[in-house]
Nanobody
Framework: QVHLVESGGGLVQGGGSLRLSCAAS????????MGWYRQAPGKQRELVAA???????NYADSVKGRFTISRDNAKNTVYLQMNSLKPEDTAVYYC????????????????WGQGTQVTVSS
């Protein structure tokens, strides 16, 4: 059974940085692709960044050059380093995982963790 715990969110001024963490359990972490998603008020959840089991990465156009996804298989944890934050990055951020990179890119999951709130002030 998959269990996901996101952390690291907070309130930050525009231009600032945050590092999100997601601890995952339930699947063999090193064999899974991981993704970070976000949902702003009144909007659909969207993919922010994804990393495959062999560390291929994919980013939403809106965060390219500012966000970096990474993983530590020894700690069963995926990270999202967010730099040059903008008010439009304000959202609840979630992670998820699947053995299929395509499934992570699609983001259609039945289970989600509690997420972590990121608020960027202007």
């Amino acid at each position: 059974q998959v269990h996901l715990v996101e952390s690291g969110g907070g309130l930050v001024q525009g231009g600032g940085s945050l590092r999100l963490s997601c601890a995952a359990s339930g699947l063999l972490f090193s064999d899974t692709a991981m993704g970070w998603y976000r949902q702003a008020p009144g909007k659909q959840r969207e993919l922010v960044a994804a990393i495959s089991s062999i560390r291929n990465t994919n980013y939403a156009d809106s965060v390219k050059g500012r966000f970096t996804i990474s993983r530590d298989n020894a700690k069963n944890t995926v990270y999202l380093q967010m730099n040059s934050l903008k008010p439009e990055d304000t959202a609840v951020y979630y992670c998820n995982q699947d053995r299929s990179f395509g499934a992570v890119l699609a983001g259609r999951f039945d289970y989600w963790g509690q997420g972590t709130q990121v608020t960027v002030s202007s």
